[in-house]
Every structure is written in C-alpha cells, then in structure tokens.
C-alpha cells in the first residue's frame, strides 16, 4: 500500500523589523518581486515570505524576536557572479564575510538583510565547471577538482 504524504514544504518565512525596507532590500538586492502583499505578509517570487515581527509575536503569543543567530541562510545562485558583487557593493548590504572560493572552486558571498538573516549568494556549479573548463581542465580535471561523478561533470557541461 502506497504511503499518503502527510505535508508538503512551501516556503521559508523571515520575520522582519520594517516590512517595507525588508521588501525593497530583497527587490534591489536580490531582483525578487512582490507576487503577493497581503498587509502584515508579502510573499517574494521564489517563494520567500516576509512577515512583520508584530503579527509574528502575536501568532506566537511572545513579547520578543531574537534576531541575528546566524544558525541558518537562504541560498540563491546568480547566473552572473561578478555582475551581483558589484550590485550587491552597491547596496551597502554587510557582509557576514567578502567573497570567497570553496575548496570545489564555487565562489560565494554571505551577507545580512535589513534583519539580520543571512543571505549566501553562489556561483551555480555548472558555472564553475564551465570556468574550470576555459581554464583548460578536462571532465576528468574538473571532477577531480570539484569532488564530483564525471557523469554529473559531463551534465553540468551540456
């Protein structure tokens, strides 16, 4: 007998001090636009959903929102690496450190939000396999390089 599936995953939610600037920071920043603004609630494209940290704690029934914990992140890739750095220096946004390379060779940067969530931003691994391979490495090269199957390599090369 088949197992129903009991959930489904449907989007992350960030609560937030200012929903306006929280908003505007994710347009500017990360190109996200409002699909839907319901007051206390909007939802991003991409499926990321801001709340404002009033109506959080009265969900809650809490008096406080701790913020900065820097236990998680959302993840975004950008299809131009150097072209989002230079957007992302432009928008004053902190860093949580300057732009960095994996031992895999994906380059990557983490910053905050208005909030204090951190933001990572990476290269998508089709990009660094494709930079490795302009750089003269084979399939084989890459994926030794990135600890990766040369059949996803070969993929990532397609």
């Known amino acids: 007998m088949e ?11 960030l609560v937030v001090r200012d929903l306006a600037v929280s908003t505007e920071f994710y347009r500017r920043v ?20 801001l709340q404002t940290q009033d109506s959080w704690l009265s969900f ?3 008096e406080e ?3 900065g914990g820097n236990a998680a992140e959302l993840y975004f890739e950008a299809d131009d690496y150097d072209d989002f750095l230079r957007t992302l220096q432009s ?5 949580v450190h300057p732009p960095m390379e994996h031992r895999w060779g994906q380059r990557v940067v983490r910053f905050y939000d208005p909030d204090r969530h951190i933001l990572e931003v990476g290269e998508p691994i089709r990009a660094v396999c494709r930079r490795f391979r302009n750089g003269g ?16 390599v070969e993929q990532c090369l397609r």
């Not at 990360?30 to 959903?49: K, P």
């Not at 490495?137 to 996803?152: C, K, N, T």
């Open 3 to 13: 197992r129903m599936r009991e959930t489904v995953f449907k989007n992350p939610l």
């Open 30 to 49: 990360l190109g996200l636009e409002t699909v839907q603004d319901f007051g206390a609630n909007v939802i991003l494209d991409g499926g990321i959903s």
């Open 60 to 62: 809650l029934d809490r």
């Open 65 to 67: 929102v701790r913020y």
């Open 91 to 95: 928008s004053g946004a902190e860093l």
């Open 137 to 152: 490495l084979s399939s084989e090269g890459i994926a030794r390089r990135m600890e990766l199957p040369v059949s996803y």
